[in-house]
Nanobody, 116 residues
Framework: QVQLVESGGGLVQTGGSLRLSCAAS????????MGWYRQVPGKRRELVAT???????NYADSVKGRFIISRDNAKDTVYLQMNSLKPEDTAVYYC??????????WGQGTQVAVSS
């Protein structure tokens, strides 16, 4: 089982920035894709961004140009730099990893709140 520990959430004003981190531990040798999803109450969890082991990235249209995903393979850590934050970015953000055999793991979630 892969364990994921997230950090970096909080409260920020519109236009501000936050950086989320997610460190993976245990059985990390076969992790392929790492990513971030978010969820607000009453809505489905949605993709924010993903990054492959080779560094290929994918972003939701709503965050393109504002968020940057990166990873440090040596540290089994994925980051999400969030800039120009908007109130609609308010959500619980979840880290996700996928291993080569297809199983997936989730972090516990970290709250991001953007005030107007």
């Amino acid at each position: 089982q892969v364990q994921l520990v997230e950090s970096g959430g909080g409260l920020v004003q519109t236009g501000g920035s936050l950086r989320l981190s997610c460190a993976a531990s245990r059985s990390t040798f076969s992790i392929t894709v790492m990513g971030w999803y978010r969820q607000v109450p009453g809505k489905r969890r949605e993709l924010v961004a993903t990054i492959s082991a080779a560094g290929s990235t994918n972003y939701a249209d709503s965050v393109k140009g504002r968020f940057i995903i990166s990873r440090d393979n040596a540290k089994d850590t994925v980051y999400l730099q969030m800039n120009s934050l908007k109130p609609e970015d308010t959500a619980v953000y979840y880290c996700n990893v996928v291993r080569i055999r297809g199983d997936t793991f989730w972090g516990q979630g970290t709250q991001v709140a953007v005030s107007s």
